[in-house]
């Protein structure tokens, strides 16, 4: 951590060679150790899921700890950071290590999991923020009971963590997601000037997830594995609580809830209460779009992209008005 002495100015140009370092390092690792990561066993029940067998994956693993490295050099760190970035990391770990693994680790494990990887990151948003709620489209506060945050916030991790996995089958597109929902919620921040400390590690997150893409845009040569995607969907989920407004996430992060979301909802449905929807709908959604409207990996990328971004703008736009 370098924040000692230091003026404005000092502080600009640590700030950008902070993002230099995360993008320039997870270049430089990703494109050295692409033949060290596990291969890709391909999916099943995925659209064109056989293609990507053989590829490398859990490219997670790589730019998550230099984010990580990049955090605890540049960044202003205290205790709630702190085990913000062990979170991040045992999010990163869980993923990798079924990625690793010559068969999958099952849904049961990996929810659970991610069920305690979420007790602790509601426990440590309640303790270091509190339990009040800014309600942005009204402009309200909302005093909740800690209880009911912590309940609501353990439900807001674990549906990130696995909306984000779920969307992550396309090339780019998880990636691509990620990096203009964080920005969003930068520029919330910023304008709010709230968590200014958090809101310069979405910078180097960013970063990183700049430096993945760089290598995973179609036709990619490998891939982020749940290794990306779970510390992914947690760092959204912890960003979106750091702005005090947590229900903006169903905005800020809209086509990832839909796109993987949906999926979860309808197994889910369907597993527990034989109650059976959308049955002519492939999901996750990309998948639908891709095989039933032939759309192009590219094409599904764009507009994806697009609508989240026309979305992100328009709550920017309210938001900081």
């Known amino acids: 951590m370098i924040n000692n002495y230091l003026t404005v100015s000092d502080y600009s140009i640590l700030g950008f060679l902070g993002v230099a370092f995360a993008y320039l390092v997870t270049c430089i690792l990703l494109g050295t150790g692409i033949n060290k990561l596990p291969r890709d066993h391909g999916r099943a029940y995925a659209h064109d899921g056989v293609l990507s067998a053989g590829k490398p994956r859990g490219a997670g693993f790589i730019f998550i700890l230099v984010f990580v490295a990049a955090a605890l050099i540049f960044g202003n760190l205290e205790r709630e950071i702190i085990i913000y970035l062990i979170l991040t990391v045992a999010a990163m770990m869980t993923g990798f290590l079924d990625d690793c693994a010559k068969v999958s680790w099952g849904e049961l494990r990996k929810g659970l999991l991610d069920l305690v990887i979420a007790i602790m990151t509601a426990i440590t948003v309640v303790n270091f923020n509190g339990s009040d709620v800014y309600i942005a489209l009204t402009g309200v506060t909302i005093h909740m009971h800690p209880l ?30 990620s990096t203009i929902t964080l920005s ?128 992100s703008a328009a709550v920017v736009w309210f938001v900081i008005r």
């Open 184 to 311: 969003t919620i930068y520029l919330i921040m910023t304008s709010w000037n709230t968590a200014t400390d958090f809101a310069y590690l979405i910078l180097l997150f960013i970063a990183c997830l700049l430096g993945y893409l760089w290598f995973n845009a179609t036709p990619s040569c490998l891939m982020m594995g749940d290794a990306g995607s779970r510390a992914i969907g947690l760092f959204i989920a912890i960003a979106i609580m750091k702005t005090g407004s947590p229900f903006l996430y169903v905005l800020v992060a809209f086509v990832l809830m839909v796109d993987g979301g949906i999926g979860l909802i309808k197994v889910a449905l369907l597993r527990f209460l034989k109650i059976k929807i959308l049955t002519k709908v492939r999901t996750p959604l990309h998948d639908h779009v891709r095989k039933n409207r032939k759309w192009s990996n590219a094409q599904t990328v764009f507009k994806f992209a697009i609508i989240q971004i026309m979305i």
């Open 148 to 177: 009911l945050y912590g309940a609501l916030a353990v439900i807001l991790v674990w549906a990130s963590i696995n909306v984000t996995n779920c969307a992550d089958g396309v090339d780019g597109l998880s990636g691509t997601l």
